[in-house]
């Protein structure tokens, strides 16, 4: 199993992709090689193969890594599920995990939302589309320096708000008001419940 994130760029017409397309591809590698493990394509258009229990620590770090630059975010569609066709790249592959996250994706612009999950369970997926909706409430209104502030604190997940103060040559306080403001302990607490979930569709 499976899952895929097929997502594009928000407010990429109005950068160069020199302010973007390094940083995500250096993130990207971190999962592996391309064009098996991940994609960008016609421009701003990207695919990634993860694991299921990375799939939305990874979605929301994508949105805050762009959304560190002013103008831009992501939209993203995941889907879970198994792989029932390796390609030569991974838009080619197929199976459950690559067709829910195209129609999640699709659905999208229409739907106004910039992240929905599809599982193949309703009930899941119900309570989990539920839960990125009221998120993304205050995950569409990260700032740069919100969004910086998200990427570390994914990045550095054992760090103490002293050593992120040192990192950012902030002080300390700062830092616990950044966090405050991108709703930080609520990003974990959604990403807990994810893991929770999981655990049950097994």
Sequence with gaps: MI??????????????????LSVLKQYFVRFGESPTDWEIYRGDEFQLKIPQDKALSTAIYIKALLKSTKGLDARMGIGL??????????????????????????????????????????????????????????????????????VLALDNPDASQTEIAKRLNIQQSAVSQRQKRARLDL?????????KTLKELK
């Design 3 to 20: 899952a895929i994130i097929t997502g594009d760029i928000i407010g990429s017409g109005n950068h160069s992709s020199d302010a973007w």
């Design 81 to 150: 599920g198994s792989e029932t066709f390796v390609g030569v790249g991974v838009s080619e592959s197929n199976g459950p995990a690559y067709q829910r996250s195209g129609r999640t994706f699709e659905s999208l612009k229409e739907d106004k939302l910039n992240l929905t999950i599809a599982t193949g369970h309703g009930f899941f997926d119900e309570t989990l589309n539920l839960m990125l909706k009221l998120a993304l409430d205050f995950m569409d209104d990260w700032s740069p320096v919100s969004a910086e502030i998200v």
């Design 187 to 195: 990003v974990h607490q959604l990403l807990a419940y994810y893991s």
